[in-house]
C-alpha cells in the first residue's frame, strides 16, 4: 500500500514543496503588498502634508478614506482574478489567506472604533502599526521569507516609538513602518526565484 511507503523524509519533502508554493503564491500576490504599501504611504504622507500646508483636519484626514476605498475595490478585483487563476490551495496558503482575513478585521474594528468616537487617532495609529507588524512577521513565518520576519519586526519599536509622538510624528512613524514592512518585502518578493 502506498501509504505504509510515504517516509520521513517524504513527508519532509512534501511540507518543503507546501512553503515553495506557499512562497509562490505570495510571490503572485506580492501585487497586494505593493497596492497596500503604496496606498497607505501615499496617505500617511498626503495627510501630512495637508496638514503642514493648514489643511482643516477634516479635509486632510479624507486621504484615508478615499485611497484606502480605492486600493479596497482594486484589491477585490485582483482577488476575484487570483482566485480564479489558483492552482490548488495548500494549507499554508489557506493559512496566509485567513491571516489576512482577519488582520483585514483587526484594522476594520480600529476604524470603526475611531469613527465611533473611542479611540482617537493617536491611540490608534500605533495599534495600526503593531497589527501591519503582527500580519508581515506572520506571514514571513509562515512561508520562511526573512525580510518580511524582519520588517514586521521593525514595526514593533516603530510602534513603541508612536505611542510617544505627536499626531504628525505618528503620520510618518507609519510611512517607516509601512516602507518596512509592505514594501521592500514587496520588491523583494519580485526578486525571488
Known amino acids: 500500500m502506498a501509504k505504509d511507503n510515504f517516509t520521513e523524509q517524504d513527508s519532509l519533502q512534501l511540507i518543503y514543496r ?8 505570495l510571490k503572485s500576490n506580492r501585487f497586494f503588498y505593493l497596492l497596500w504599501g503604496w496606498a497607505v504611504l501615499a496617505a500617511c504622507l498626503l495627510h501630512y502634508g495637508l496638514l503642514q500646508a493648514g489643511v482643516h483636519w477634516a479635509k486632510a484626514s479624507l486621504a484615508w478614506p478615499i485611497l484606502m476605498g480605492g486600493a479596497g475595490i482594486m484589491s477585490v478585483f485582483a482577488a476575484r482574478r487570483l482566485s480564479r487563476e489558483a492552482r490548488v490551495r495548500s494549507h499554508i496558503s489557506r493559512a496566509i489567506v485567513y491571516l489576512w482575513l482577519g488582520v483585514t478585521g483587526a484594522l476594520l474594528t480600529l476604524v470603526i472604533a475611531i469613527l465611533l468616537g473611542s479611540l482617537s487617532f493617536p491611540q490608534a495609529y500605533p ?8 500580519a508581515t512577521f506572520a506571514s514571513g513565518g509562515i512561508i520562511r521569507f526573512r525580510p518580511l520576519l524582519i ?4 514595526c514593533w519599536p516603530i510602534a ?12 510618518l ?5 509601512i516602507i518596512c ?8 518578493l519580485g526578486r525571488r526565484e
Open 151 to 154: 520588517g514586521g519586526a521593525l
Open 181 to 188: 514592512s509592505y514594501l521592500v518585502p514587496g520588491y523583494l
Open 18 to 25: 507546501m512553503i515553495e508554493d506557499a512562497r509562490g503564491d
Open 127 to 134: 495599534i495600526f502599526i503593531m497589527i501591519y507588524g503582527l
Open 160 to 171: 513603541l516609538i508612536a505611542t510617544q509622538a505627536d499626531f504628525m510624528n505618528q503620520l
Open 173 to 177: 512613524l507609519m510611512a517607516l513602518a
